[in-house]
Structure formats: C-alpha cells, structure tokens
C-alpha cells in the first residue's frame, strides 16, 4: 500500500472495514505502522523546537513524528471519517480521545506509545477501554491478526517455557533471549525507537531472573543532528546510543551496545573494571555506568 499523503489511507481501507470502531482502529495500525519517532526531538534546544513546528507537521513517507504530530495526524483521519475527536495533552504528552456514534461513549488512542507494538505485531495497550478478546475480533476483522497467527507477544510464552526447560540461567539466559528476538520481531519494520523499546519489552517478558537488564538511551557527544544525514526513516543515524546492562548472579555486570545496521544487541568488548560491588565486563573507561 503506498502511502504518501493522509487522504491515501482513506483511499486504501478495505470495504469490509465497516463500523465507526474498526474504521478507527484499521487507521490507528496503518498508520502506526508507518509513523517512527523522531529520537532527536528530545535533544533540540528551544529555538530548535520552534523552528521545527512539530505540532502541525503535515504527512510525509516515512513519517518522522513527536507525539504532538501523530496525535494531530490521527485527529485529522478520524474527522474526515466523521468521527468525533479531541486532543488531550498530559503533561507535555498528547494523544487523542475519539467518541462513539452516541457521543458519549468515548474511548482513548495513544499511537505514540502504541508504534513499538503496532510495529511489532503485538497486541496494542493504548487503544480503547473494551475487553481485550473484543479487541481481538476487532483485528481479525480488519486483517492485523488471523485465526492462523495471533499477535506477535503472543508466542514469547514459548520462549519462557524453553528457557524454564533448558534450565537457562544468567547471562546464558539473557544472550538466548537476544538470539530469538528476529524470530519474532522484524526489525527492519521498524524505527530505531521503536526497536529499542520491543526490545525492552521483549527482555523483561521473557527473563526469568530476579535481576533484570537495565536500559540507558545517551546522546552521542560531539553530535549535531543538523549536520547529519537522514537515515532510511528519515531520522538522523547515530545520533543516540542504545545500551544494556546485565548483572549476573556472581554480580559481573555485563554491556551490550544496540547495532541499528544489524538490529541486534552485541556485547561490548571486555574490558574489566571495579565499580562498587560490582564487577563490570565491556564496560569502556570513557562511560559511566548506572545500576
């Protein structure tokens, strides 16, 4: 489906997408599945920020957003389908609340904090208050799921029961994960955020152990985003740095660095250091490390 302006996804939804509900959710995918955060956003400084005017920033493929643009984005959808909508800003963060052909019943719609799901495959958390099986019919209707194959998070019990049979433990455990993540998550689907955050997700479902991996997103120092070139989703590369932390039981802490060519987590280079009472494995003198 070839998407190059809002009104496209209007002109592309199946007719058997019928009701004001599923209309609603069929746009809430396709266009989440085509919107990427923009990881620069969060290191502009004010006069940056204005320049960009983020919160009206019209459809582009690939479509680079804050949640500000999204969320106008999708209110823009919903209206020309005639569906009611408002803009709700929580601190700082918008999303949508749309209402139901009675104009009272009213739901929420969060994409923002939705794309690493929608992404993904998985079932979604920030669209409507309904039961979660009713939801599910809803997205075999619209074609997001099937009889044949459910949502992705669906199947990450098989990884918990293989881990729990093989006896994995520690770092053993943590690099099976890691290894599995492409056999359900595509992530050249993806944006870079959006990648990190599945894989947050995916790690801490899956993990049986009481110590969980910790997670760290820095700005690359010495980087300008203006000067750089744009990625394939528009976003500029290298800009931030993607780690995780593993501690095992015998308190050796172990780094991984996300490689966003490859969309895999690889452990730094050994290097050992003594920080409190841990003992640090592919930690670079040049980081500190946060546990």
């Known amino acids: ?12 939804m199946p007719k058997s997408v019928s009701t004001n509900t599923e209309k609603a959710r069929w746009l809430y995918i396709e ?10 956003y969060e290191f502009l400084n004010e006069d940056e920020e204005q320049e960009l005017m983020y919160d009206h920033k019209d459809y582009k493929n690939p ?6 643009s999204l969320t106008d984005q999708y209110e ?15 601190g700082g963060h918008r999303y949508l609340r749309f209402y139901e ?23 979604t958390s920030h669209f409507l208050q309904i039961d979660s099986e009713k939801l599910r019919d809803i997205d075999k209707r619209i074609g997001y799921i099937s009889e044949k194959k459910g949502y992705t998070d669906d199947y990450f019990e ?34 870079e955020h959006e990648l990190y955050s599945m894989y947050q997700k995916f790690i ?45 039981e015998n308190n050796v802490a172990f780094e ?10 690889q452990e730094v280079e050994t290097k050992e250091m003594y920080h409190s009472n841990y003992q640090i494995k592919g930690i670079r003198c040049k980081r500190k490390v946060k546990f």
């Open 1 to 12: 489906m070839q998407i190059e302006r809002l009104e496209d996804f209007i002109a592309n």
């Open 31 to 40: 266009l989440g599945k085509k919107s990427f955060y923009d990881v620069s």
């Open 63 to 68: 479509n680079i957003i804050t949640c500000a």
């Open 76 to 90: 823009k959808l919903l209206k020309i389908i005639g569906i009611e909508s408002k803009v709700i800003t929580d």
């Open 101 to 123: 052909e009675d104009g009272i019943t009213w739901h929420t719609a969060d994409l923002t904090n939705d794309l690493k799901n929608v992404q993904s495959g998985c079932q």
């Open 158 to 191: 098989q990884v918990k029961d293989f881990i729990i049979k093989k006896g994995l433990k520690g770092k053993a455990q943590l690099e099976y994960i890691l290894e599995v993540f492409h056999l359900y998550v595509k992530p050249e689907k993806m944006g």
């Open 204 to 248: 801490k479902t899956c993990i049986q152990e009481e110590k969980i991996p910790s997670f760290t997103a820095t700005m690359r120092k010495g980087k300008n985003h203006s000067s750089q070139p744009k990625s394939k989703f528009g976003t500029k590369p290298g800009l931030v740095e993607y780690n995780m932390t593993f501690v095992d």
């Open 256 to 265: 991984y660095i996300l490689n966003l060519q490859t969309g895999k987590f």
